[in-house]
């Protein structure tokens, strides 16, 4: 690729290095369609990596309903909208009623904030419980509750981390047991520290940590002895969310609990900013007589049109079904290469949301995080665009937009073998 070495050294000078790039060489990308993405030079790239645009880069109905909202009128929530409220019906009519209310914000890093102001608010405690390689935003009380930001970012004080359920190293049963215990030991130590237990916050496809998403009823131990103990049960939709599980809406479906507020982001605007917190109502009652909240850009009637396209896109092109049938034929797919690359330690996941572990050694389990990278460049440059996650970084992570094809799964899965042959 015809890499536009000026272009990179303005952006070096423009933009703030905390900002990082994908790929030893920089991707410079400039169209997309569907789960397709253009270069600079014209060369296609099977997009098996990019949530945001959920129902398709630059779908049709997505830019029609922005276009015409935009031409229309965009104002903010201080005046009645009519299709405001249509898309906040329309979006709580996927929750279960106990969450019937919903406020806008633009990033899923606002509605975290606000998720945890209102736990903490209600609870009058501040202690909060993560995972062990959680990202839950950029927000400086969000970043102090993010570990995989990296051992120079502080945790904060009434913070306390517990291991992901970690279900290839410790089986399903014991997993799900260690996150108990995990979560049952931070309250204790919580309420030793006089924090007392606000909230514990997941995100309910345990992504960042490495994807665990089994057995079903993973959560609902950990989430009980939270709520036992006065704290309230955050559920970080942002990345798993909005039919990507395939079997349901949400992930925390999965696991059969109801939490107390669930946050939303990323794909809700396949590519505009659109989030929202979901809550009990009775919460958001005891935070709004405290205080008053105002986002000036968050649930606009741009942002609404959005919002209720890209629902509408999912009912009508069944990519809920998709995410199903596709995921699960990607994961067999992914399955047949276990007896053919001795790294790969373990496939797993729900819809389109995927991880391929790569380890040294199956004896082991030993991570193989320089497999991975070295995987990703070499993906790219056959044409195909993965990430990585996991608390050793050496999980491949296959999320792609949720109209990925069948034909797309078996290219998918055609490249990596090839690819996984060179390594
Ligand atoms: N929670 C999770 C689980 C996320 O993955 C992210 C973004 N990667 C966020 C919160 C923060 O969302 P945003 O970048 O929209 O602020």
């Excluded at 306390?160 to 130590?189: M, S, W």
């Excluded at 992930?251 to 939490?259: C, D, G, L, S, Y």
């Excluded at 659109?274 to 958001?284: R, T």
């Excluded at 396209?309 to 995410?323: F, K, S, Y």
């Amino acid at each position: 690729m015809k890499i536009d070495p000026s272009l990179l050294e303005r952006r070096t000078h423009a933009l703030g290095p905390a900002y990082r790039l994908f790929y030893d060489k920089p991707l410079h990308l400039v169209r997309g369609a569907g789960a397709r993405v253009w270069d600079v030079d014209g060369k296609e790239y099977l997009d098996a990596y990019n949530n945001v645009p959920s129902v398709g880069h630059c779908h049709p109905k997505v830019v029609e309903a922005l276009s015409k909202q935009a031409a229309t009128l965009n104002t903010h929530t201080r005046y009645l909208h009519e299709t405001v409220v249509d898309f906040a019906e329309q979006l709580l009519g996927y929750f279960p009623q106990a969450l019937s209310q919903v406020m806008f914000t633009c990033t899923g890093s606002e509605a975290n904030d606000l998720a945890l102001r209102v736990a903490r608010s209600v609870t009058g405690s501040t202690g909060v419980i993560v995972t062990e390689n959680a990202y839950h935003g950029v927000t400086s009380v969000l970043a102090e509750m993010s570990p995989s930001l990296g051992s120079a970012n502080s945790i904060g004080a009434d913070v306390r981390v517990v291991a992901a359920p970690d279900t290839y190293r410790l089986g399903n049963e014991g997993a799900q047991d260690a996150l108990v215990e995990g979560v049952k030991a931070a309250i204790t130590d919580l309420e030793d520290a006089g924090f007392g237990v606000a909230a514990l916050i997941c995100d309910t496809v345990f992504a960042s940590d490495g994807i665990f998403v089994d057995p079903p009823g993973l959560l609902q131990g950990a989430v009980a002895a939270v709520q036992a103990a006065g704290g309230l049960f955050i559920a970080d939709e942002v990345q798993s969310g909005l039919a990507r599980p395939g079997t349901h809406m949400w992930a925390f479906e999965r696991h059969n609990v109801v939490p107390d507020m669930v946050t939303l982001g990323k794909p809700m605007g396949a590519g505009h900013p659109i989030a929202a917190l979901v809550s009990k109502p009775e919460l958001l009652e005891h935070f709004g007589n405290s205080t008053r909240y105002f986002n000036t850009f968050a649930g606009n009637p741009v942002s609404a049109a959005v919002g209720q396209a890209v629902l509408n896109v999912i009912v009508d092109e069944d990519l809920m079904g998709n995410a199903l049938r596709v995921g699960n034929q990607l994961r067999e797919l992914l399955d047949d290469q276990l007896s053919k690359h001795a790294h790969i330690g373990d496939v797993r996941g729900s819809g389109l949301y995927a991880a391929v572990e790569l380890v040294k050694d199956r004896e082991t389990k030993e991570p193989w995080p320089e497999g991975i990278q070295q995987l990703l460049n070499l993906l790219r440059e056959n044409g195909v665009l993965a990430g990585s996650c996991g608390r050793f970084g050496n999980c491949l992570k296959i999320r792609p937009p949720l109209c990925f094809s069948a034909q797309d799964a078996v290219m998918f899965v055609q490249t990596l073998d090839r690819t996984l042959s060179k390594l």
